[in-house]
């Protein structure tokens, strides 16, 4: 691949819902362009960027892939996002390493929700957005429909610069409004007709198309007023200015299968989007955290950004890298911002999906991956400058399961796995349960856990299966009572002697709250850390059903001692022995967690959201309007109940709801359900007396 400039390099992320057709879009451009040699399809599993056996299995990206074009004197680094609510992971590193996002649309199905969060990342990132509405080839595809939704939804930026004309519910050709031809498609290959002049939307359209532009220029906009006519390179120029700066957003159309349309589209992107060059102000912050702007110049100091990283265990591990400003070169010395070490690039090359292509020099606004760097995703690599650029934020893991080896000793191999997959997921998280003792896997639902466990297995040999992870619940006790522990063991010799009598009270606390009140030495005051170690010991199972027990004042009052048989270990016992007594008899209970949550849902899932909270022993604490038409509510749910919650927010809001939850505090499990808790705990735990 010949070497480019940053201002002949474009980085288009294309995203939008799962199955609206951004893979199939990719492939046709691609191919139109040479930089395949074939079209694939993701029914065949033969596309250059779904090339993941898990992805060929599922017929559906599941994680960030890279495919250049050269397209008139242009490079275009496309960057095919997952559409897949579980996998936004890639979505983010796209938009963070695109200048422009490209949102495909179905045009049966109309603006989604993976759409709307495709719109909304990218205008909050700053990034150009284009829209295409995709599969107009289909019988029940409606162009116009579909153009008013995304009018009502995004607003009046949406300006269509390429429009179908219909003829029995079916496409007979495609008008380029900004050229003013029409082209109809045959087996892919387009053959100019004449435009239409019966279809009265179009010049609605085209009167549309200069109001926009007039208000990206002073100038323009003069004009406009006066009511002159734009030439083609003032309508040209002032689109492009306008989509640069996000006050247009374009709307191409066509079907990507079919190859209809592809060229206007390809033409509109070399045309229109901004350059690397162009889309500089990344702001970073310098040593002392003031922000700074990084301008995209090949001559510059070298600031690039590791976006994505894939761990492999047999390539090694893979750093996609952004170069913001200056090169980067195979064996250049650059200082990780993150960690402060300096490291060496490794060896570089262009991406197209699985295939690399050895590049010797990498310039400013170009991407390539480095082989076996130590970096990680978001890290900033610098030579001559010391700044960090933003690490992309993730969505937060919300789905929990328990990691249950196949195999004994897989434990090693399991965390290795789990270590090398965290490198490249930022949205995955993993902790060891020291309570329950086991590995927790937390993801963004369950098609992302079941990848997960998958690559376990493929890449690193690791056979698990997945359990909902055990709840920890609490024990602690309601009244106060007063007991006696006497342990007292004759076996030749010095035997064993301990006696003490022990007060316990439920208080306000997570530790144990010990004190004595022993009057006239009848337990020396050297036993006394022995009975309380006895009793620190104790509270860590519980009487009903082996969890921790919380909320216990001890109090020593009295005991007895013999000058020979007591010992520090006689009345360790004797403690522990007391503390059996005394639970049983100040009417034990079970506590069980309680988290803070705050669920997002749209103004009509309202309602069910509140009754599915109360199906779950929610109590509701407030609602709130929120942005875009959604509501916020605030309740406290046990964490029982909310093992599936992600699963039920994502179905009943079609994956446009989202939540937060974290522990709160403990409270009294209901007696109808400790029953059932405490016989789980014995099979768990093994405390089937």
């Given at each position: 691949?010949?070497?480019?400039?940053?201002?002949?390099?474009?980085?288009?992320?294309?995203?939008?819902?799962?199955?609206?057709?951004?893979?199939?879009?990719?492939?046709?451009?691609?191919?139109?362009?040479?930089?395949?040699?074939?079209?694939?399809?993701?029914?065949?599993?033969?596309?250059?960027?779904?090339?993941?056996?898990?992805?060929?299995?599922?017929?559906?990206?599941?994680?960030?892939?890279?495919?250049?074009?050269?397209?008139?004197?242009?490079?275009?680094?496309?960057?095919?996002?997952?559409?897949?609510f579980d996998f936004t992971t890639g979505l983010y590193e796209g938009v963070?390493?695109?200048?422009?996002?490209?949102?495909?649309?179905?045009?049966?199905?109309?603006?989604?929700?993976?759409?709307?969060?495709?719109?909304?990342?990218?205008?909050?990132?700053?990034?150009?957005?284009?829209?295409?509405?995709?599969?107009?080839?289909?019988?029940?595809?409606?162009?116009?429909?579909?153009?008013?939704?995304?009018?009502?939804?995004?607003?009046?930026?949406?300006?269509?610069?390429?429009?179908?004309?219909?003829?029995?519910?079916?496409?007979?050709?495609?008008?380029?409004?900004?050229?003013?031809?029409?082209?109809?498609?045959?087996?892919?290959?387009?053959?100019?007709?004449?435009?239409?002049?019966?279809?009265?939307?179009?010049?609605?359209?085209?009167?549309?198309?200069?109001?926009?532009?007039?208000?990206?220029?002073?100038?323009?906009?003069?004009?406009?007023?006066?009511?002159?006519?734009?030439?083609?390179?003032?309508?040209?120029?002032?689109?492009?200015?306008?989509?640069?700066?996000?006050?247009?957003?374009?709307?191409?159309?066509?079907?990507?299968?079919?190859?209809?349309?592809?060229?206007?589209?390809?033409?509109?992107?070399?045309?229109?989007?901004?350059?690397?060059?162009?889309?500089?102000?990344?702001?970073?912050?310098?040593?002392?955290?003031?922000?700074?702007?990084?301008?995209?110049?090949?001559?510059?100091?070298?600031?690039?950004?590791?976006?994505?990283?894939?761990?492999?265990?047999?390539?090694?591990?893979?750093?996609?890298?952004?170069?913001?400003?200056?090169?980067?070169?195979?064996?250049?010395?650059?200082?990780?911002?993150?960690?402060?070490?300096?490291?060496?690039?490794?060896?570089?090359?262009?991406?197209?999906?699985?295939?690399?292509?050895?590049?010797?020099?990498?310039?400013?606004?170009?991407?390539?991956?480095?082989?076996?760097?130590?970096?990680?995703?978001?890290?900033?690599?610098?030579?001559?400058?010391?700044?960090?650029?933003?690490?992309?934020?993730?969505?937060?893991?919300?789905?929990?399961?328990?990691?249950?080896?196949?195999?004994?000793?897989?434990?090693?191999?399991?965390?290795?796995?789990?270590?090398?997959?965290?490198?490249?997921?930022?949205?995955?998280?993993?902790?060891?349960?020291?309570?329950?003792?086991?590995?927790?896997?937390?993801?963004?639902?369950?098609?992302?856990?079941?990848?997960?466990?998958?690559?376990?297995?493929?890449?690193?040999?690791?056979?698990?299966?997945?359990?909902?992870p055990i709840v920890a619940y609490r024990e602690t006790i309601q009244k106060?009572?007063?007991?006696?522990?006497?342990?007292?063991?004759?076996?030749?010799?010095?035997?064993?002697?301990?006696?003490?009598?022990?007060?316990?009270?439920?208080?306000?606390?997570?530790?144990?709250?010990?004190?004595?009140?022993?009057?006239?030495?009848?337990?020396?005051?050297?036993?006394?850390?022995?009975?309380?170690?006895?009793?620190?010991?104790?509270?860590?199972?519980?009487?009903?059903?082996?969890?921790?027990?919380?909320?216990?004042?001890?109090?020593?009052?009295?005991?007895?001692?013999?000058?020979?048989?007591?010992?520090?270990?006689?009345?360790?016992?004797?403690?522990?022995?007391?503390?059996?007594?005394?639970?049983?008899?100040?009417?034990?209970?079970?506590?069980?967690?309680?988290?803070?949550?705050?669920?997002?849902?749209?103004?009509?899932?309202?309602?069910?959201?509140?009754?599915?909270?109360?199906?779950?022993?929610?109590?509701?604490?407030?609602?709130?309007?929120?942005?875009?038409?959604?509501?916020?509510?605030?309740?406290?749910?046990?964490?029982?109940?909310?093992?599936?919650?992600?699963?039920?927010?994502?179905?009943?809001?079609?994956?446009?709801?989202?939540?937060?939850?974290?522990?709160?505090?403990?409270?009294?499990?209901?007696?109808?359900?400790?029953?059932?808790?405490?016989?789980?705990?014995?099979?768990?735990?093994?405390?089937?007396?």
């Open positions: 691949m010949k070497q480019y400039r940053s201002n002949q390099i474009k980085n288009v992320a294309v995203a939008g819902h799962g199955g609206s057709g951004k893979t199939t879009l990719v492939e046709a451009l691609l191919y139109s362009t040479g930089a395949s040699d074939r079209l694939g399809t993701v029914a065949d599993g033969n596309t250059v960027c779904d090339y993941d056996p898990e992805e060929i299995k599922r017929k559906a990206s599941i994680s960030l892939a890279v495919a250049p074009y050269e397209y008139r004197d242009i490079k275009v680094n496309l960057l095919d996002c997952p559409g897949l963070q390493a695109a200048g422009s996002v490209l949102i495909t649309i179905s045009g049966k199905s109309g603006v989604t929700v993976g759409a709307r969060k495709a719109y909304k990342l990218a205008k909050k990132k700053g990034k150009s957005r284009v829209i295409f509405v995709s599969k107009l080839d289909r019988e029940s595809a409606d162009f116009y429909k579909v153009l008013e939704q995304l009018k009502s939804i995004f607003g009046p930026s949406v300006c269509p610069l390429v429009v179908p004309v219909m003829r029995d519910k079916k496409v007979e050709c495609y008008v380029d409004l900004i050229q003013m031809k029409a082209y109809a498609y045959e087996n892919g290959k387009a053959k100019e007709v004449p435009v239409p002049q019966s279809d009265h939307r179009i010049d609605g359209l085209i009167a549309a198309i200069s109001e926009a532009v007039a208000e990206t220029d002073e100038e323009l906009f003069e004009k406009y007023f006066s009511g002159e006519q734009f030439t083609k390179e003032e309508l040209a120029k002032g689109l492009h200015e306008g989509i640069k700066n996000g006050s247009v957003t374009p709307v191409f159309c066509g079907s990507a299968q079919e190859m209809e349309a592809i060229d206007l589209l390809l033409n509109g992107i070399a045309d229109f989007l901004p350059t690397a060059q162009e889309m500089t102000g990344v702001v970073a912050e310098d040593e002392i955290g003031d922000p700074v702007e990084i301008i995209c110049d090949e001559e510059g100091p070298v600031v690039a950004q590791v976006f994505k990283t894939v761990a492999d265990p047999f390539i090694g591990k893979l750093s996609y890298i952004k170069v913001i400003s200056g090169k980067i070169s195979s064996g250049m010395e650059v200082v990780n911002q993150t960690t402060g070490q300096t490291e060496k690039v490794g060896k570089l090359s262009y991406l197209r999906g699985k295939k690399q292509e050895e590049a010797s020099v990498v310039p400013a606004g170009d991407i390539a991956v480095a082989a076996k760097m130590n970096a990680a995703t978001g890290d900033t690599l610098c030579n001559g400058v010391s700044v960090k650029v933003e690490k992309p934020k993730y969505d937060a893991p919300c789905y929990s399961m328990a990691i249950m080896p196949k195999a004994k000793g897989d434990e090693s191999k399991i965390a290795q796995g789990v270590q090398r997959l965290l490198e490249e997921d930022g949205s995955l998280a993993f902790a060891q349960n020291a309570e329950t003792h086991q590995q927790v896997i937390s993801g963004l639902g369950e098609q992302h856990l079941d990848v997960v466990i998958t690559k376990l297995k493929t890449k690193f040999g690791a056979d698990v299966n997945l359990e909902p106060k009572v007063k007991v006696q522990g006497k342990h007292k063991k004759q076996s030749g010799g010095h035997g064993q002697y301990g006696d003490v009598w022990i007060e316990f009270e439920p208080y306000e606390g997570e530790d144990l709250l010990f004190d004595q009140k022993v009057v006239g030495g009848a337990v020396p005051k050297n036993y006394f850390p022995a009975v309380e170690k006895g009793l620190r010991e104790s509270i860590t199972r519980g009487i009903l059903a082996g969890y921790p027990v919380v909320g216990l004042k001890a109090t020593l009052l009295d005991g007895s001692y013999h000058p020979v048989d007591s010992s520090e270990m006689a009345f360790k016992t004797a403690a522990s022995l007391a503390y059996k007594a005394g639970m049983q008899q100040a009417s034990p209970v079970l506590l069980e967690p309680i988290g803070h949550l705050s669920v997002t849902v749209p103004d009509a899932n309202t309602g069910d959201m509140m009754g599915e909270l109360n199906k779950r022993r929610g109590r509701v604490l407030g609602m709130s309007p929120d942005e875009d038409g959604t509501t916020v509510i605030e309740a406290d749910v046990p964490m029982s109940e909310m093992h599936d919650f992600a699963t039920l927010v994502r179905q009943m809001t079609q994956g446009s709801g989202s939540f937060t939850f974290t522990f709160e505090r403990y409270e009294q499990l209901p007696n109808q359900l400790a029953a059932g808790v405490i016989e789980r705990a014995r099979v768990l735990f093994g405390t089937d007396e």
